[in-house]
Nanobody, 127 residues
Framework: AQVLESGGGLVQAGGSLTLSCSAS????????FGWFRQAPGREREALGC????????YYADSVEGRFTISRDYTNNTIYLQMNSLKPHDTAMYYCAADRGFTSADFYCHKPSAFRVWGQGTQVTVSS
């Protein structure tokens, strides 16, 4: 089982970008997912998580209202819609998955619980 991120790139401040997390050999309807980011010199930051059935979501204060996680069962893909981007959002963005049944809040506060991680996609926001 693996996940592969895509959709990163260069965008101007105030712009939008949608990241994709394509899942292989793991059905998105049965897994919890999370999005994380890490910039040079900074710790990894949890952005948002969604539990296995979508009943529970969690967003970090830094992205609440700007970022949205969605699930596409047909394409077996998880998306991260990012709006009103800021230069501070510049980082490598990672998708993670786990076949567990705990809450989104739990997963975002304990990222080590995710057992499948992608390689990341770079997002750069210019001022």
């Amino acid at each position: 089982a693996q996940v592969l991120e895509s959709g990163g790139g260069l965008v101007q401040a105030g712009g939008s970008l949608t990241l994709s997390c394509s899942a292989s050999k793991l059905p998105v309807g049965s897994y919890a997912f999370g999005w994380f980011r890490q910039a040079p010199g900074r710790e990894r930051e949890a952005l948002g998580c969604i539990n296995w059935n979508g009943a529970s979501t969690y967003y970090a204060d830094s992205v609440e209202g700007r970022f949205t996680i969605s699930r596409d069962y047909t394409n077996n893909t998880i998306y991260l819609q990012m709006n009103s981007l800021k230069p501070h959002d510049t980082a490598m963005y990672y998708c993670a998955a786990d076949r567990g049944f705990t809450s989104a809040d739990f997963y975002c506060h304990k990222p080590s619980a995710f057992r499948v991680w992608g390689q990341g996609t770079q997002v750069t926001v210019s001022s």
